[in-house]
């Protein structure tokens, strides 16, 4: 780090907040990821930092620690407005007030109940001039999951599948291995470390058999879920077998035999029993529900991978946010041959792409595509 940066502007101030953020993505979990400059009135850098860990110290901390007793009389960038209660840390908002901070320039205001606005508030009574909304944008893509799940009380869904050009993802026969490239599967190796959970529906964990952990380890350790209505997974299951290494979560309708349920019990796992819908197969747990308690347990991503059932009850409840799609040029055909999203679908062709601030990145001879997925009024 170059202690005599100067930047040109403040929109460049905030740029190199947003970038230290970013760094935090994946650690900080169910915390915000979000970083902090501060500058002097020549827009030259006194100190940065971002938050690392959840438990640890807050961007603004570390930033106020690099900037030392230089900080008093100082303007501090920051992407989330500075929380003013005591956590596992104490108030960002008092801190900044004891630095002797003289203006804060703040990306977005904190939509959690227990901040919402609050730490601004206890800013301008200090005296301290407040400037909300420089690059409000790029700071909201930043937390949007973190957002989701306060507000909504809803973890941010992630959509991952594997399909040939003809928009198959396993053969008539159920054959599914493999689809994808190598640099795929390691894209999806780096999903799964960053997040809190990664389900599966339970034909898939039967005809794959799968570990669903990431290799090599990302930041995370995601529960591997799996929605299974009669709690039948298999004892000599992959994933009952390796329950040490990650946790194994149940799924079942309350309509599962008690005797399967102390089987997966005894063997590590736990079994949530969620009753279904009556809008939807009553015999299969409410997915809404599901998430819900997910997010009760302040998990912030979730990784869905299949199969195409799960997928595409997933879809028409509007569950999904977010899809990870990997294409490979690959044909196999067949009028019974598996899609990605089944269900009940759309009723009609969307008039606009439905999926927004896409990208697309070749992987070798495979493409990923990756967006935000929204649906019609």
Not at 339 to 368: F, V
Request: hydrophobic residues 40%; aromatic residues 2%; glycine residues 10%.
């Amino acid at each position: 780090m170059d202690p005599i940066r100067v930047f040109s502007s403040p929109e460049d101030v905030m740029q190199r907040a947003l970038e230290l953020a970013r760094l935090g993505a994946g650690s900080v979990e169910p915390n915000p990821a979000v970083g902090s400059v501060i500058v002097d009135d020549n827009l030259r850098l006194i100190g940065e930092g971002y938050h690392q860990e959840c438990g640890g110290p807050h961007a603004e901390i570390h930033a106020l620690n690099m900037a030392g007793n230089q900080s008093r009389g100082k303007t501090i960038y920051v992407t989330l407005e500075p929380c003013c209660h005591q956590g596992k840390t104490g108030p960002c908002s008092q801190a900044l007030i004891r630095a002797g901070i003289k203006k804060a320039v703040i990306a977005m205001r904190d939509p959690a109940p227990h901040v919402d606005g609050g730490g601004i508030q206890e800013l301008k009574q200090a005296g301290i001039e407040v400037d909300v909304g420089l690059l409000e944008p790029e700071a909201l893509a930043l937390v949007r999951p973190f957002v989701k799940r306060v507000t909504q009380g809803l973890p941010w869904i992630h959509a991952k599948w594997a399909m040939t050009l003809d928009g198959k993802i396993a053969t008539r026969t159920g054959h599914s291995q493999w689809i994808s490239n190598q640099r795929s599967r390691e894209r999806v190796h780096e999903l799964r470390g960053r997040m809190d959970g990664i389900i599966v529906g339970q034909k898939t964990a039967v005809a794959d058999d799968p570990l669903l952990t990431a290799r090599p380890p990302g930041k995370r350790i995601p529960a591997r879920i799996i929605i299974d209505s009669q709690a039948s997974l298999s004892i000599q299951s992959r994933l009952i077998q390796t329950v040490a290494e990650a946790p194994v979560i149940v799924v079942a309708h309350p309509s599962a035999s008690q005797e399967k349920i102390n089987l997966l019990e005894q063997a590590g796992v736990e079994v949530l029993q969620i009753p279904g819908s009556a809008s939807e197969m009553e015999s299969q747990p409410n997915l809404q529900q599901c998430m819900q308690e997910l997010s009760r347990r302040e998990m912030t991503n979730i990784l869905v991978e299949g199969g195409g059932s799960l997928l595409g009850s997933c879809f028409d409840q509007r569950l999904i946010d977010e899809v990870h799609v990997f294409i490979a040029p690959k044909i196999i055909g067949g009028a019974k041959a598996v899609t990605p999203i089944a269900g009940k679908g759309l009723e009609m062709i969307p008039e606009l792409h439905n999926i927004r601030e896409n990208q697309i990145q070749q992987l070798d001879s495979d493409l990923y595509v990756n967006g935000l997925l929204e649906y019609p009024a």
